[in-house]
């Protein structure tokens, strides 16, 4: 009788600078027989080092960690690590955000809102080569990426507005209304009403609070 050679586990980095969230994916996946969380880390600098040192398969990639963000992050990974495989966890999905990260070399995009049965089939996904996105928003700014010229230029993901728009979400901050917004800046009050639109377009921020978060996170404003 032929005895079957036993399937290797897939090898995952899981890179989160939460710690709960990262001790509790890890456990989690630890737990299903063909995963192997090889390392953790909570940072970007953490983890491109452990890349040098441990054989992994795929990288669990938060876009939010500290020191290294996530653009350098993938990039580095795509250019040094060709065989590693990058599934990002992000509590945004916008489409320029989604569009740029498979521009750097992503092969996945997965909502932190998912649960946790479709990150293990993204996980899966990847393995089997193929490409994972969790909702309709992302499917279309991967269509879109898929379509563009391959020249077109990269922008920073962790850094999608303008000049303007950074103004803007600084004074929205502030507690300033759309009127003295418009009034401060010499704009009209449906072109600051157009910018807030395409702010939290961009930044997938839902309310106010959203907003603050991104901002603060960015360093764009500071209490």
């Given at each position: 009788m032929i005895e079957k050679t036993p399937q290797k586990p897939i090898r995952i980095v899981v890179a989160e600078d939460h710690v709960l969230l990262r001790e509790t994916i890890r456990t989690l996946l630890n737990k299903e027989?063909?995963?192997q969380v090889v390392f953790e880390v909570g940072n970007g600098a953490e983890?491109?080092?452990?890349?040098?040192?441990?054989?992994?398969?795929?990288?669990?990639?938060?876009?939010?960690?500290?020191?290294?963000?996530?653009?350098?992050?993938?990039?580095?990974?795509?250019?040094?690590?060709?065989?590693?495989?990058?599934?990002?966890?992000?509590?945004?999905?916008?489409?320029?955000?989604?569009?740029?990260?498979?521009?750097?070399?992503?092969?996945?995009?997965?909502?932190?809102?998912?649960?946790?049965?479709?990150?293990?089939?993204?996980?899966?996904?990847?393995?089997?080569?193929?490409?994972?996105?969790?909702?309709?928003?992302?499917?279309?700014?991967?269509?879109?990426?898929?379509?563009?010229?391959?020249?077109q230029k990269l922008n920073d993901i962790d850094d999608p507005l303008t000049e303007r728009e950074k103004q803007i979400l600084n004074l929205i901050c502030r507690e300033k209304t759309s009127q003295e917004i418009a009034i401060e800046l010499n704009l009209s009050r449906r072109t600051i009403e157009n910018h807030t639109l395409n702010i939290r377009k961009k930044t997938g921020a839902n309310n106010s609070i959203g907003l603050m978060t991104y901002a603060l996170k960015r360093n764009l404003f500071s209490l």
């Open positions: 027989v063909n995963f983890l491109i080092e452990g890349l040098r040192k441990k054989e992994v398969d795929i990288v669990l990639l938060d876009l939010e960690m500290p020191v290294l963000n996530g653009s350098e992050t993938l990039k580095i990974i795509s250019k040094s690590h060709p065989r590693v495989k990058t599934l990002v966890l992000s509590m945004y999905n916008d489409q320029t955000r989604v569009k740029k990260c498979f521009q750097l070399g992503a092969k996945g995009y997965l909502s932190k809102a998912c649960q946790y049965n479709e990150l293990v089939t993204a996980l899966n996904a990847l393995d089997e080569g193929r490409i994972y996105l969790n909702n309709s928003s992302a499917n279309r700014a991967y269509r879109q990426f898929r379509s563009g010229p391959i020249e």
